[in-house]
């Protein structure tokens, strides 16, 4: 038994110092190769980014000119009536307000779900004041329905406004 025990020692000397190495080894090598698939994600996610931020800041500049151009006072300047019926007049504004909106649709894939539905509570906020203002009883005439909607916003903030307000918030983050 102990000639045995000084060879099992003498063992343990050689394999003790190669397993603390062993580890040490493996311990780096993990972390170089977590550094380097760090690195490899931030190098796909500058690309990506490169890619799709100009994909992202044209979506937002189509639907805020969208926004714009449903703004009450500048519609309302923009699309005058055809004939003297008030009720053709409201269809049209309406039926340019879905228009234009149809057309930007596909930008909702660029644009974060809140601010995507900001847009949508203004584009519905706007039809739903073409349409109280035209149920009113003192408004049966296309220009006065106008003179109507250009006075009552001339101070207020318009719901496209507000919706503006938040796409400029969403992008100043994007930097």
Same mark, same amino acid.
């Given at each position: 038994?102990?000639?045995?025990?000084?060879?099992?020692?003498?063992?343990?000397?050689?394999?003790?110092? +190669?397993?603390?190495?062993?580890?040490?080894?493996?311990?780096?090598?993990?972390?170089?190769?977590?550094?380097?698939? @760090? $690195?490899?994600?931030?190098?796909?996610?500058?690309?990506?980014?490169?890619?799709?931020?100009?994909? $992202?800041?044209?979506?937002?500049?189509?639907?805020?000119?969208?926004?714009?151009?449903?703004?009450?006072?500048?519609?309302?300047?923009?699309?005058?009536?055809?004939? &003297? @019926?008030?009720?053709?007049?409201?269809? !049209?504004?309406?039926?340019?307000?879905?228009?234009?909106?149809?057309?930007? !649709?596909?930008?909702?894939?660029?644009?974060?779900? &809140?601010?995507?539905?900001?847009?949508? *509570? +203004?584009?519905? +906020?706007?039809?739903?004041?073409? $349409?109280? *203002?035209? /149920?009113? @009883?003192?408004?049966?005439?296309?220009?006065?329905?106008?003179?109507?909607?250009? *006075?009552?916003?001339?101070? /207020?903030?318009?719901?496209?406004?507000? +919706?503006?307000?938040?796409?400029?918030?969403?992008?100043?983050?994007?930097?």
């Amino acid at each position: 038994m102990q000639s045995v025990l000084p060879v099992l020692l003498g063992y343990l000397g050689y394999f003790l110092p +190669a397993l603390v190495v062993g580890a040490i080894a493996y311990y780096f090598f993990k972390i170089h190769v977590e550094n380097e698939e @760090n $690195r490899r994600r931030y190098l796909l996610r500058k690309e990506t980014l490169n890619e799709t931020l100009p994909l $992202r800041l044209q979506a937002y500049e189509r639907m805020t000119l969208f926004l714009e151009r449903i703004e009450p006072n500048k519609l309302l300047i923009r699309i005058k009536p055809n004939n &003297d @019926n008030l009720m053709d007049y409201e269809a !049209l504004l309406i039926n340019a307000i879905e228009q234009e909106f149809e057309h930007n !649709l596909t930008q909702q894939i660029y644009i974060s779900k &809140d601010v995507w539905n900001l847009i949508l *509570t +203004a584009k519905n +906020a706007t039809i739903q004041i073409i $349409r109280n *203002t035209v /149920k009113k @009883n003192n408004v049966a005439h296309p220009n006065k329905f106008r003179e109507e909607v250009l *006075t009552n916003y001339l101070n /207020k903030l318009a719901p496209s406004q507000q +919706a503006i307000l938040a796409i400029k918030d969403e992008v100043s983050n994007l930097w």
